[in-house]
């Protein structure tokens, strides 16, 4: 029974990567077309009604989460918008691929947080792969060359923005529903780029631009609820690596619809970056096992 459960648990993980990617490339097609905020409203409001809707069958609009959790939430918030911000803008100025090969370096960035903000024991073994990571990060910007952009500067904003955003959700009760959380983010996303949108005059969107964004909410959402699905089954330990599928879909799509391709560099690094990330999850599953046995 544990085996067919993890395996739809690498399943449903390789599922909501799939899903974020395809919402950045529908988004990304329309880069130079219509405005980033205009794409952002118009999805947030899509995106908030269907995960209102679905907060409010799951009861979870009842939910009164205490004040340090809402102090956390409101963090966490505030990370979310920089997270967008920072991250849409490069992706609308950057290869798809590369951006998240950067992006791949998350791993290593919530480790090393959750080591220094929280204290969180690391061995050795795991600080030299998040060094060696790191490593794999400058090979993907170098920022010594004249390739180094200001979207190279973004895209690790947006990394510092979601490390924020993961370290501050970790410290969130479990009595406050996941749902709750991700509405109150989209629902935020949706206002404050709506307001900085107010101000510019709303561009014409073809029917095949309207349907994109369509598009990009509904795997937007999907992407949030294979997130959460994944987590209630399986072993974590076991699904955890097939979150890298994301540089597949990347790279593939990436080629097919923008016709861009990493340089060997760029690929390189990608493979320190992801090489690194599965040693720690492996490296984490074995402590967890070793506690197993431990435990009476």
Known sequence: MLRSENLLAAATMMASMACFILNDTALKTMAGDVPLYQLLVLRGVMTSALVGALAWR?????????????????????????????????????????????????????????????????????????????????????????????????????VFCVTVRDLTTRR???????????????????????????????????????????????????????????????????????RYSSMLWALALGWVVFGDWPDALTLLGAAIVVGSGLFMLYREARLVRRLARQTP
């Not at 918008?81 to 992706?91: C, I, K, N, S, V």
């Not at 204290?119 to 794999?136: D, Q, Y």
């Not at 479990?174 to 709303?202: K, N």
Request: glycine share 10%; net charge positive; hydrophobic share 60%.
């Open 172 to 242: 969130l009760s479990s009595g406050t529903p996941s749902i709750l959380v991700t509405l109150v983010a989209s629902v935020s996303v949706m206002l404050v780029f709506g307001l900085i949108q107010s101000g510019e005059p709303f561009v014409p969107m073809a029917p095949h631009q309207i349907g994109l964004t369509v598009f990009a909410a509904f795997c937007i959402i999907g992407g949030y609820l294979f997130s959460i699905v994944v987590m209630r089954i399986g072993e974590v330990s076991f699904a955890a690596p097939f």
């Open 58 to 158: 799951m009861g979870a609009l009842n939910a009164r989460p205490p004040a340090r959790d809402m102090a956390l939430i409101g963090l966490r918030t505030l990370a979310e918008l920089g997270a967008t911000f920072f991250f849409l803008t490069a992706l609308f100025n950057m290869p798809i691929a590369n951006l998240m090969a950067i992006h791949q370096a998350l791993p290593l960035t919530i480790t090393l947080g959750a080591a220094l903000i929280y204290g969180e024991k690391v061995g050795w073994r795991r600080l030299s792969a998040i060094a060696i990571g790191f490593c794999g990060v400058l090979l993907i910007i170098r920022p010594w060359t004249s390739g180094f952009t200001l979207w190279s500067v973004y895209a690790l904003l947006a």
